[in-house]
């Protein structure tokens, strides 16, 4: 994974046509955000970018498990390691992400988080290893945690990687990375 920081945040105009250019030219985009609401704009906004051209799901933990096994199903055979029908898709979710899904998207772009939520977010791309690397782009705002999440940890994880920007995310130094956070 090729790391990239940009400033502002991921529900920003210029980044959410960014995102739907990339889904019309064929990537299979995920949006990763802390919360429901932001990422339920994320969606909203994306849809009426994209309209029908690519196919934009929601996926995070307050749907009732019926509907979340479907828009997984969904998400599998767009971008699963086993589907034969992969297609471009955007994929707007929180944390629900970062478990237990067996998927392959070509970009990620995230609020920030701690390390190691991140780390579970990019592992969701390029898992096939299509390309060399890969772009996980997060974003610096906002860096209060969201109630989510500690906003020191947040805080502390985005020092770590501003001294990585540009750098292929190398798995060796990741527990480095994680003893800088945590200290």
């Not at 299509?130 to 610096?140: C, D, E, M, N, Y």
């Not at 001294?163 to 994680?178: C, P, R, T």
Request: hydrophobic share 45%; proline share 3%; net charge neutral.
């Amino acid at each position: 994974h090729l790391l990239n920081m940009r400033d502002g945040e991921v529900l920003a105009e210029a980044v959410l046509d960014e995102i739907a250019d990339l889904a019309i030219a064929g990537k299979s985009v995920l949006v990763c955000c802390n919360t429901v609401k932001r990422a339920q704009a994320a969606r909203c906004l994306l849809m009426d970018r994209l309209q029908t051209r690519v196919e934009v799901v929601l996926i995070h933990g307050k749907f009732n498990g019926k509907d979340r096994l479907a828009k997984e199903h969904i998400v599998r055979e767009a971008t699963g390691s086993r589907s034969r029908h992969t297609r471009p898709i955007v994929l707007v979710a929180t944390q629900v992400v970062e478990v237990s899904l067996d998927i392959d998207l070509d970009v990620i772009f995230t609020d920030p988080a701690p390390l190691e939520a991140l780390l579970q977010r990019f592992g969701r791309i390029n898992r096939r290893m299509k390309k060399t690397s890969a772009p996980v782009i997060v974003f610096r705002q906002p860096n209060d945690g969201q109630s989510v999440y500690d906003a020191a940890l947040v805080q502390a994880t985005l020092r770590v990687l501003e001294k990585h920007v540009n750098e292929i995310i190398d798995e060796s130094q990741v527990s480095n990375w994680l003893d800088e956070v945590y200290t």
